[in-house]
């Protein structure tokens, strides 16, 4: 946070850089891409291959060495040297080199991991921005279709299998291959039987722990998807309580909770079963070849046609392969989660952005501010009916315009398509004669504020909530719009005022506070129109009044959209439509409206009766 | 427009911005002590049922170990006694791999058995604390419940559970690990005391490498835990929040503070992976260093046949296991660390007291009670010497309609909760149908009264299930008739499966005014006698509004009723208005004989808020009688 602005400039630079990095390879496949995007790290990802390389042919020395320092203390390299002096040299050259390899392995291995390592973390954090950057700007249809529980998921698990593939797929096979081809060439060139007498376990090993960490990834999928499922139960049960108790519902729930647990639970049991199955039986088939080595390779000792040091180099070398092997499964398994996680990762990071600015789009200028609807009508998209047909009205500075209707109507619709939410269907929405699919969104966005009625408070203090839309706002800027929004006098009361937390999801404010706050955040923008979708619906008239008041002085040449089921919020508008089925239906003045005696008059006298009779109480 | 924007950037760079992604986190305590008796014995009752199983699986555990242990011993048997020398005996060859064989079947089924038992022990302990917990919390005060937030429960049920697992696991693990060290440190010794004791001379060595390492390394993995878990709660902060940030425009700042996150996300991590491999060539050079030993001081030996060659083939077998066991015992030691503070966690959870029980001669509400609630000099506080209501009483006769109302703070919710019996009451008594709620069953209390709360919070599941949630042997029709009556019929035929299609999460896939009514449903189904109901403050289109009215009167009918009232229509239309203020009640009388009363009801009436829980409270206070429009 302290960063010059240079700096900051710098950085933001290159995390866009990084963000169109994540096209590399597009088209490719999934494997493929991921590989390509690894590349971005040339340096790293070939000292992590490279030291594979390195590693793996040390570790492969290693059995050699201690077999020759086997023979050689027993003397047989040495034969000719009958000295004690010249055998123990050679004891401790071999000790020295071996020393020098271990450390060298150490060394190599470090850098292999390191480096295999960093590489994912690098990838890991490009995508990380690049799906970031991505759902920022994908518009609200996207939004509307995909769950947003799958979305995080996306962004953490998907992005984890990619750029774990890396270093648990690609330099682990870099490894293997080493290590089995390069050691089985070695121990066959040296005795063909014992060779493949060691290597027996190999096949069999690689097999299975390939077979059980694919059922055993299957097995964990279905895992976390009943543990989701405890979870839920378990997170509406305390959120819930209330209910529960409420209906006497304890028993029931524990059933519930019983049935979605044991299930859980049988499964976790049969996964411990998978995979105990597997090790046991990795471990006897390794043994298994040990024993025979050891018969055969005992057996040709006796005979004195193989020395004791050349047994004891196989059998170090089966140890050293052992574990390698087993990670066979683990490779395989990152290859395929690599390919699921890809799929579905490029699938988003290639979506297109279907509401973004039209090349060469320039800024909006704003004259008058006048906003114009022309014959507008809107389809969902994947719906059949439309939402809005031929919406037609003009609104000018200091207008205000009220939208009723019954729920379902299309109000809110009309509200989402000023700031290019969604694009329409046919026709054109203007201000001050530009067309907004013309014009920068977010000079569009800057000038058209919208308040939504159930919005999103971030769970940060109510400052930066306020904020939300201009973080750099004077501190007096910010308890104005909260003043408008009569909420200064309550923030004030709290004992740590503007910096209290708003809790998850704002649950610490009532509903009409945190619609309150909500209008308190659009305020601060000075948008010079301002579309309030059912943004007052839990605020009390009263309330409301002066909300309304306090807006008018601060601004009266904006243009203001009312979106309201109820008439007093919209009863003093320049005009009012009626909105039914997605068409204007009724429009006039509420004077108008009540006298044609339509849907507007029902509507009116549904409502009225006990606000009228409260006027009279107050009168009296 | 855009000249604005641009000053923003700049003015930017000059100042921080008032702005933060998913920032706010509760941190809790993440490490314990080694070792606490108290939570060492809670653990232990909810793994003594399995203790039978833990023996058997530490008994493999160890056996399993000997065999590993056995099996450099043989091939040193075979190479000194089978094969070298020239004075091979083939004899001692074939009992040697007969034992060979032995061992690795022995090894086979001890692995089998001693994972097999532990995995599943630790899965059935990991499930039955959460369902201790989970049952326990069924039961608990609600003053605890209220004022505990569901995510900290959450993690309590999941992450602490969790921690425990994996200490559970890695405990007979350990006790391997143990057995496998001691038994490599004697048989090296036995094997030949001086070799042994120079090959073992790293080990101490290692030791003191990983006591400065670890605690480096713990937090730099720690960092990198938390790093994880801010960029995450970003992340599903921004998901969450789309239409807000695109609205408002706040994609580049967010960018930007979402780039600091994961880049330190990043940077964290690269640290930890620092850590963790650092060991590797410091455990290598080591495992090099007692290589090397055992090839110049035992070579030499050999030479001087002062040595079997078979034992330095041994020697050179077991410095390769060598330093597995301390690796992962220092790395235990954390997980211990771990496991308590999670211990302590899951004990303050089946701690929390249960307030409010059936007493031991608790009886049945009779099915024929008259339905009537009576409130007797009620006293009652969620915290000692703050009472919320003083004094109160009232009686609602059977078939009653009575609407309570007051300003907000004034203690109709608490009221309300008490006729369920949510809470004890401090002083005096309620009575239901004639009798002290304190001296019947709960669960007789919850058949008699339904209740619907303010919030109609319903859960993920079909619509029809939802709406017998209380009498879950309800038939069909029953549903659909409840449905019907209270006007919800029409919109489930609407839903794409009617009656069957399922509601997402507290019922967000439709809309606030229909989850109102399927609750009201809820509640018809129930059928009791007594309605509790706390009408909803969230104000909803004139034409659901105008079902739930209807609605409210066919549920009310032929009921005893007591409501929280927040609508004049809903006040208006009950038999009696009782008014409430600061937990003393002030008056009581229908709707004209208060108004006449001219009192605090007829002045909040006056006042022309749609709810008198939103008039402020210096209003009422100071007595004014101000219109606001």
Redesign the interface.
Known sequence: MTLTAATRAEQRETSLAHVKAAEWGKGLGTLARITRLTLRHPWQASAAVLATLVAATLQLIIPRLLGRAVDQAQGILSADADSAVAAQHALFITAATLLTISILRGLFTMAQNYYGDSVGHHLGYELRLATYEKLQRLSFSFHDKVHTGDLITLGILDIEGVRMFFNTGLVRMVLLTVLIGFGAVLLISTDPLLGLLSLSFVPFVAWRSSVTQLLLRSTWLELQERLAVLTRVMDENLGGIRVVRAFAAQAFELTKFDRISEGALQLAHERVLIRVRNTSAMNFSFFAAMGLVLWVGGGRVAAGTMTVGTLASFLTFMTILQMPVRQLGLMVNSFARASTCGRRLFELLDQEITIADKPGAEPLVLTDGVLAFEDVSFTYPGAEKPALVGIDFTARPGQTIGIVGPPGSGKSTIAHLIPRFYDVTSGRITIDGQDIRDVTLESLRRAVGVVQQDAFLFTTSIENNVAYGDPWAEEQRIARAAESAQLHDYIVGLPTGYGTIVGERGASLSGGQRQRLTIARSLILRHAMLVFDDSTAAVDAGTEQRIRAAIRTHASERVTLIISHRLSSLMHADEILFIEDGRIVERGTHGDLLAAGGRYRALHDLQLPPVEDAMQGAAE | ??I??EK?LI??????????V???REKEEIFGAVYDPKIVRRIWSFVSPYRGKVVLSVAAVLVFTLTQLA?PLI?RT??DS???G?V?D?SV?VS??LA??A??LV??GA??LQ??VV??AA??VL?DM??AM??H???VS?SF?DKT???R??SR??GDVNSMQEFMETSVLSVGDIALLAGIVVVLLWLDPRLGLLTLATMPALFIVRLFWLPLAKRSFMEAHETSSI??GA?????????????????R????L???K??A??DA??LA??Y???M??????L???A???V??V???M???KSLD??V??AF??YI?RFFDPIRSLTLQYSVMQRAMASGQRISEVLDVPVDVTDKTDAVALPEDMDGSVEFRNVTFGYVPGQPVLHDVSFRVNPGETVALVGPTGSGKTSAMALV?R?YDVTRGSVLVGGRDVRDVT??S???H???V?QEP?L??GTVFDNIR??K?EASRAEVVSAAKAVGAHEFIMQLPKGYDSELE??GSNI?Q?QRQLISFA?ALV?DARIL?LDEA???I????E?QIQKALAILLKGRTGLVIAH???TIRGADRIIVLQNGTLVEQGNHDAL?QKKGLY?RL???????FD?IPAELIAGGL?R???
């Open positions: 427009m855009s604005r924007s923003v003015a930017g760079t000059e100042r921080p911005p008032r702005a933060v998913g920032s706010h099996i091939i075979a190479i089978g094969m070298a020239g091979a083939h060859l040697c791999a060979f064989a061992t690795i090894n086979y692995s089998y994972e097999t995995g599943s899965e059935h499930f959460r369902r989970f049952s919390l069924q039961r609600l419940m937030e569901v995510g429960l959450m049920l999941q960029a995450n992340l599903a902060e921004g998901i969450h929040g789309v239409r807000t940030v695109q609205s408002m425009s706040r994609q700042v967010n960018f930007e979402y780039d600091e994961v880049r996300h990043r991590n690269l992976a620092k963790a491999q650092v590797v060539p410091i455990v290598d050079t495992t090099g260093i290589m090397a030993t090839i110049v035992g070579g030499s050999v030479l001087s060659i078979g330095m083939v050179l077998f390769q369920h949510f709960q669960d209390l919850g058949r009264i339904a209740m709360l919070f859960f993920s949630y209380h879950t999460q507290r809309s005014g809820r129930a509790v403050t969230a104000n289109d004139s034409y659901t105008r609508r004049l229509a108004m007829a009436y006056s006042m022309n808020y749609a709810s939103d009688s219109t606001t429009s």
